[in-house]
C-alpha cells in the first residue's frame, strides 16, 4: 500500500514540474490591427473606400431631394396623371438608390472582414515562429483573459516583428 501511495505521490510532483515549465504569454490582436504599419495601412485604405462611397451616398440623396422638391413646387402646374407618374418614378429611383446603398454598405463589411483576416493570416505564422523561438506553449487572445501579469504581454514585440516582415498590405 505504501509504495503505491509513493508512486502516486511521484506521479503528481513529476505531473506538476511538467505544468510549471508551460509558458503562457497573451497578445492584443486589436492594438496590432490598429498600431502596425500593415494593419494601419488596412485602416486607412478601407477609411478612403468608405469616405467615397458616403461622399458619392450623399449626392445621391441631394440629387433625389432636388428632384424632389423640383416635383412638389409643380404639383399645380402639371396634371395630376404626369404628377402621379413622376411621382412613381421618384420612388422608383429612390428605392433603387436604398437597394444600391444597401449593397455597397454589405459589400464593404465583407471587404473589411476579408481584409483583417487577410492580415491575421500572414501575422499568424510570425506567432508561430515566435512561439517556437521562444519556447512558448500557449499564446491566448489579451480580450479573452480576466487578469495576466504585464510580463506576460508580447503585443510590441510581435508589431516589432510584424512591421519589419511586412512591408505593404494592399486591399483586394
Do not use: C, W
Not at 468608405?50 to 440629387?63: G, I, P, V
Request: cysteine-free; overall charge positive.
Amino acid at each position: 500500500m505504501k509504495i503505491i501511495l509513493i508512486i502516486i505521490f511521484s506521479y503528481l510532483i513529476q505531473f506538476n514540474i511538467v505544468n510549471a515549465n508551460t509558458k503562457i504569454v497573451f497578445v492584443d490582436l486589436d492594438k496590432i490591427i490598429s498600431t502596425s504599419i500593415p494593419g494601419l495601412s488596412v485602416i486607412n485604405q478601407l477609411k478612403k473606400i468608405n469616405s467615397t462611397n458616403t461622399l458619392r451616398f450623399n449626392n445621391d440623396a441631394q440629387k433625389l431631394k432636388k428632384k424632389e422638391t423640383k416635383l412638389i413646387s409643380q404639383k399645380n402646374i402639371i396634371s395630376e396623371t404626369d404628377f402621379q407618374s413622376q411621382v412613381n418614378k421618384l420612388k422608383l429611383e429612390v428605392k433603387n438608390y436604398n437597394t444600391n446603398r444597401n449593397k455597397i454598405i454589405n459589400d464593404f463589411k465583407k471587404l473589411r472582414i476579408d481584409n483583417t483576416n487577410k492580415l491575421l493570416e500572414l501575422i499568424n505564422p510570425i506567432l508561430v515562429n515566435y512561439s517556437n523561438k521562444n519556447s512558448i506553449s500557449v499564446i491566448l487572445r489579451k480580450k479573452d483573459l480576466i487578469i495576466g501579469k504585464s510580463e506576460l504581454d508580447i503585443t510590441d514585440e510581435i508589431i516589432n516583428i510584424i512591421n519589419s516582415d511586412i512591408n505593404e498590405f494592399k486591399i483586394q
